[in-house]
């Protein structure tokens, strides 16, 4: 079996450095340059090629590297599996989610999950849309949670929720008294919103393109905090999940605009590799996600 070769060989690759290998798995540089030495043979391939300062993985590398991906996955899978037999939940689970949901959606989630199942570490990765899609792909978290769809067709993509969104402005703007507004009134708006990348941000265009809306100006920042300091400092409207405003329009820092017969509203999905579907946390995860039912989501928004 190959299971420590492989590991040897993906650290390698990610960190590109004997070194820095030996010292991240705690073996010596003999045993990394042997463990490196054995798949060439076995492959009948040079995996890297190797300067004085650094190693640069080959074509057919590349090749190995995602198919020992996957094996270290099985792997570890099933020797959870093995291991969890008697049916109780433990080891590591790594999630990874967009930062709407990350920060404001999963911690319902992670406290259930803690609650029922302690023996389980979790571990938290939180990005934008496109980063958690290609994390979940390369096996670097175990499921991912996403703002909308994916279309890689590695992956399965279900919904589990429907998440409504606000358009939201600083309280002494213009339109901050008015309610509801026109869509016609946010032509000419200037719009803080996330980077390319995020659902939050292709939502946003979405909107703008479907009603060809008139944009006066763009601000870009790469935070749902950064982004509502920006807009009640009155720099400009933004679109924004009501699970990420309810605290500062609870407590009348920032107002809500409501559009005449418009409501903007998303889907928000599960994503996992089919490889990892039958590990134990992954469907104790999904379980938990499926779960979490809209009817409380929307108690809960309209309790803030």
Known sequence: MYYDALKTF?????????????????????????????LEKEFQTELFVRSPKSVQITPTGKILYDRAKQIIAMYEQTQEDIAAHHQSIQGQLKIGASF???????????????????????????GNTEEIVEQVRLFQVDVGLIEG??????????????????????????????????IKELHGQTWITREDG???????????????????????????QGIKESVMRGMGLSLLSRSV????????????LEVEDVRFTRT??????????????????????EGKSLTEQTATEKES
Request: charged content about 20%; aromatic content about 6%; overall charge neutral.
């Open 10 to 38: 993906i650290t390698l690759a990610d960190v590109g450095n004997f070194t820095r290998t030996s010292e991240a798995l705690h073996i010596s540089q003999p045993s990394v340059s042997l463990h490196i030495k054995n």
């Open 100 to 126: 709407s949901i990350g920060e404001y959606i999963l911690p319902v989630f992670l406290q259930q999950l803690q609650w029922d199942f302690p023996a389980l570490e979790l571990e938290v990765v939180i």
């Open 149 to 182: 769809q994916s279309n890689d067709k590695e992956l399965s993509v279900h919904p589990f929720m429907k998440d409504e969104l606000s358009i939201i402005c600083s309280t002494d703007h213009k339109l901050a008294g008015k309610s509801p507004i026109s």
């Open 198 to 224: 995020s659902g939050t941000r292709e939502y946003l265009n979405h909107v703008i393109r479907s009603n060809g809306l008139s944009v006066k100006s763009l601000l870009t920042i790469s935070s749902n």
């Open 245 to 256: 405003i309810s605290r500062e329009k609870k407590h009348g820092s920032l107002a809500a």
């Open 268 to 289: 928000l999905s599960y994503i996992y590799s089919p490889v990892m579907r039958s590990k134990k946390s992954v469907e104790t995860f999904i379980g938990v996600v």
